[in-house]
Each structure stands twice: as C-alpha cells, then as structure tokens.
C-alpha cells in the first residue's frame, strides 16, 4: 500500500518536489462525459448526490477515461443543510423552500442533527477510498459560510445576489449568527469527510465577490478563518478556491491553508511568486480554451506550465468543466501535463 | 440660458469645484418607477427604446419626481446595431437572431449603413434637451465594444460569456476585427448623440471581468482605447463605466477619459485618491443597500459624502437601481446629496 504522502497530489500541496505536477479537474465527474448524461437521464441530480452508492459510482466515472491524480466525491455544497433542518431542491441550481430573511429566521435553525450531516457523502468517501487506486488523493469539499448564506437567503443563485447584500447591510448581526452556524458546521462536516477518508479538502467560495473589501473584512473574515483553523487543527489539509473575486485575493492568502486555488481571471503565476513559500497554487485554464478543441488546450497548458514553477502547483482548470466540452480537449490536458517532464 | 459649463454634472466632470455634488442614477428611469411599469404594461421594452417620443417621455419620467443633476437617454446598448445589419430582440436581455461565431460571420456584417445608427436615441437625446430644465446635464451612452461582442458572440447575456471566452481564445484575429468595426461605429454613434444634445456620454463596460489583464490587454485595450480617443478629440467628455472587473480597475485608469465610474465593489475613495488629480470619479452605492429602506440608504449616502472628498466626485450607484428599491430610499439620497452642505 502507498503511503498516503507518495500520493502526487499529496506532495505537490505539501510543496514537495513530484515528479510531475498533479491535476484534476472541477467538476471532473459531470456533464461533459457520456456516462454521466446517461446516468442523469435515469436519475434527478438529488438522487445523484443524495445516494451515496450513485455517488460514489460517479465520483469514480472520470477514471474509466482519464488519470487524474484527485478524485472529489460527488456532492453538492447543499448537502450538509439538512442538518440544520433546512429543506431544497435543484432547478438545476440550489432553491431553498423557506429562504432566510430575518434575524428571527436565523434564530428559528434547530441545534445541528449530527445524523443528518450528509451521511450519504460520508458513506461514498468511504467507498470511493477503496475502490480508486492507492496513488490517487480523494477529496472531500464544503462550501464557504457566505457562498452558502447566499443561497440560503437568496433562496436560489440569482445573478448579484441583491437581497444577500441587502440583508448584510441591513441586518449585520442576524448574517453574523447565520454565517457562525455555517462556519461550526462546516468544519465539523469537512472534519468527518477527512476521517472517512478524504486526504484533503476543498472550500467552494464562489459569490464573496459581491461584497467590497472592507465589507468582506468585516462579515466574511472571522468566519471563514475560524472554520480553516478549525478544520487545520485537526490535520486537514485545505484547499481554499476563491472565484469571481480578483479584488479578495490577497485577503484570501492571509487566511490559513495549504492550497491557494484561483480562477483564470487571477495572475497565477504571481501569485505563485508572492505566496509560493508558504503555499500551494491550484488551478487556473480558462475552461473555455477547452471549447476551442485539442490544440488551443494543449497550447493553454504549455503556457500554464512554462509560467507557473512546478513545486507547489496542482493543475485545474479555472472553474468547473463546461457541459459542451469535447473530450479530446480533457485528453490533450491530461497528455500535456503528464509529458511535461516524460 | 445656463451656459452648459454652469450645470453641476459638467463642472464635476472638469474637476471643478461645485456648490454641492451632481447626482444621478445608473437605470433612474426604470422599473423602480410605478409610472416606468405602468408604460410598460401597455408597451414592450423594445417599443419604448425604438419610439423617439416614448423614449423622451421616459427619459424624462424621473424628474417629476426626483432633482436629478443628468438625465440619460432611454436607450439600450443594442440600438446602435442595426447600422451593422444585426438584429436583435429583448427577452429581457439582449437575443441576438443569429450570433457570430466565425471569421466568417464577422466578414459578413455590412459596412455601417448610418441612416440605422439609432435615429431614435438622436432625436430622443434633441427632445429630451429641450424639455430639461437648463441646470440639468443630458447624457448620452454606449455599450463598449467588448461587452456589445458579449452578446453578438454569445447570442445573449448568459454567465460569464463561455462562448465569448472560446471564440476569443480560439478566433482572436475575427474578434480583433469584429471590436474594430464595433469601436469605430460607436465612435461615430457617441459624437452624434454629443452633436444632438449630449453634455457627455457614458460607456459602459459590463463583461470585460470575465478576462484575465493580459489578456484584456492584448484584445480589449486596443479598440477601447481608440474608441475614446477618437470621441474625446471631437471634444466629447467621457464617463467609463467599469462593472465587476476589479482586477482590471488600474487598467481602465490609465485609458483617456474624464471621469472614472466604478461598481460598489472598488474603494472608490482609493480610486480618487490614486487617479483623482486627473480624474473625476462617478459612484458607487451598493444599489442593494436602497433595499433596506431610507435610514440604511441615508447611512450609506453619509459614509460615501465623509470618504470621498467632493471636488470630481458625482454620486451615483454602483450599478443600476434594483426595480424593487422602495422610493422613500431614493428620496433619502437625493436629500442627503442635496444637504450636505445646507
């Protein structure tokens, strides 16, 4: 059995040299593949994600094609709420029966059920643990407090989330209680995902962008800093994806983690150059490039990798796959990042 | 009759010094207005942006109510496409009949036909001057060509613009060619609209966020560059409006024009105090802050009057006005404008 410290993925966040750089792909098990359409034509998204046996088969579907070194269990962001008692649906994205609007509404959420902390995607860590090869790193993921209270007041993903931002400005202390029960669950739900097995974790933060920055100081920071430290201090290692929020950036490499990961919009290959002591970098070709076929991919992963040095740097994309993407383009980056030093 | 240069917009503009800040709203003649949806409910959005007289009545709807310092034409940034042979719908984006998606597809687009350059906005822009009050600035506005490409490549405002990202990887000569063809007519269309009323025009550029800065830098800054150039040599003053790309706030600085207008995401006292010896600054409320009512709204207008200092500083929103924003908070900041220093 390999250590789990051989594993690429493993070292590369741990900034030790590997010999390639590790990749794997948001969104990696998902609409871009056949298998996965066709699956989807038999089964709701809910009944993907709320089944951990179905769960667990997707979160191995990539590796029938493709030697990523990670794979991510098949989740949504959403699935940890039922434990706070809070009841959705997916249209495709997230909707919330009884959105949050109110302090009263904050102080309405029952004391967390422990049970119904997404045992289904405890149970496919689990089982994807033993049915993917040794050398390949499992992930478990949450999203952020404030990425979550944005659904959750929103009531689904509108573009702006104007009533989230008209709820923290008008209504501070409720958003303050709100995002602490996010950030205490959080960590306990990313602290039981290590424990059944996810080698390391991400944090999904992908609407902090709305806020400015002294806003995001104030409301989001303690937060989010409280769930790393708490999720580190129980040797998690932590990968934090920031997205859509070019002007948070250096906020976000203040906070503790070991991966800094980043949309295409940042500059990876300075921000390699200004946090790379003390942090990973992860990611970032524009999953549009992918569209334009195998060789404007392959010519985007050269420029990646000539770019950004190769200790401390797990490849990805700069968001999630897109649905149309051909799988010759995935082929050209698997390819490109494996020969690199073949 | 004021001499233009007396109306408080115009004076700000030129970093003069004023009797007390101009104040308009980004979207002030818009479905915030109970009369706006009334007219609406009788005509379709695009019958009221291609009618020079409904136009003109919209246009000036606001000021029954409010003491705004500038009117903006009521207009979208399509009107000016038919010239190039596009058409287009409203649903209630921007559809576009049939997207560009080639070199091809560029090279077909007709030399700009001018007698379609959007007679209704100019004859909108002549009477809209006549019936303002003289202290009043009128303003006249654009798309910029990188957010009109958005929608023409795309076919319609969709998340990020994927399409728009494959087609700028993959076709950068056709894109080249298409923001080419786009900035000159704008060029054309912003000094009509100045010939035909406008004090100044205001350019909006709602998608370029979606681009890294290099990559902005060797595809956008060109024709942006040239279209302001080109209107500010015919003595047009510029407003360049910058939506959700913070990352590219420095950049749109160093382009020639008058006044910088940024979202609520940017510290726009930072702005003013880096850019503000050469540039007026325009913004920048969280519209979603007017959500929460007067008190919430007076606050915020309060903090943005003690950070921004007020010679070069027209207030605004940082985005447009949410149609659900209550009148009592619009009423609130046209009376916290207009008594800071009563």
């Known amino acids: 059995m390999t250590n789990p410290i051989d594993r690429l993925m493993l070292k590369a966040i741990q900034r030790e040299p590997t010999p390639r750089r590790p990749l794997w792909i948001m969104r990696q098990a998902g609409r871009y593949l056949p298998e996965y359409r066709a ?3 038999k089964h709701s998204f809910k009944d993907l994600a709320t089944s951990a046996e179905l769960a667990t088969e997707v979160t191995l579907m990539p590796f029938e094609r493709f030697a990523f ?3 991510i269990v098949f989740a949504d962001i959403m699935s940890p709420l039922p434990a706070l008692g809070i009841e959705f649906d997916f249209a495709p994205g997230p909707i919330v ?3 949050i609007r109110s302090a009263a509404d904050v102080e309405k959420l029952p004391e967390p059920d422990r049970d119904k902390l997404a ?5 496919a ?4 643990r033993m049915a993917l090869s040794e050398d390949t790193a499992l992930l478990g993921f949450c999203g952020a407090p404030w990425t979550l209270a944005a659904y959750l007041v929103e009531g689904k993903g509108v573009k702006d989330f104007p009533t989230l931002r008209a709820f923290a400005a008008s209504e501070p202390d409720a958003l303050d209680a709100l995002l602490a029960k996010l950030s205490a669950l959080m960590a306990e739900y990313l602290i039981l995902q290590h424990k059944a097995g996810a080698d390391a974790v991400q944090i999904f933060d992908s609407w902090a962008g709305v806020l400015a920055l002294p806003d995001w100081e104030r409301l989001i920071r303690p937060h989010l800093e409280s769930l790393l430290s708490t999720v580190g201090a129980a040797g998690v290692p932590r990968i934090l994806f920031l997205q859509n929020a070019p002007h948070l950036m250096d906020a976000y490499a203040s906070l503790p983690c070991e991966v800094l990961a980043c949309d295409w919009r940042i500059d990876i290959k300075g921000l390699q150059k200004q946090y790379g002591d003390t ?3 992860q990611g970032n070709i524009d999953p549009a490039v ?5 060789e404007a991919t392959r010519a985007a992963a050269e420029r990646l990798l000539e770019a950004v040095e190769p200790i401390g740097h797990i490849v990805n994309l700069g968001h999630g796959i897109l649905p149309q993407t051909p799988l010759e383009s995935v082929e050209a980056l698997v390819e490109t990042v494996h020969n690199e030093n073949a």
Chains 1, 2 share one sequence.
């Open 97 to 99: 029966a009884q959105p």
């Open 279 to 281: 942090r990973a970098v």
């Open 119 to 123: 045992p289904e995607v405890i149970a």
């Open 290 to 294: 992918l569209l334009g076929g195998p």
């Open 125 to 128: 860590l689990k089982m994807s």
């Open 39 to 41: 699956l989807r034509a």
């Open 69 to 71: 070194d990670a794979a």
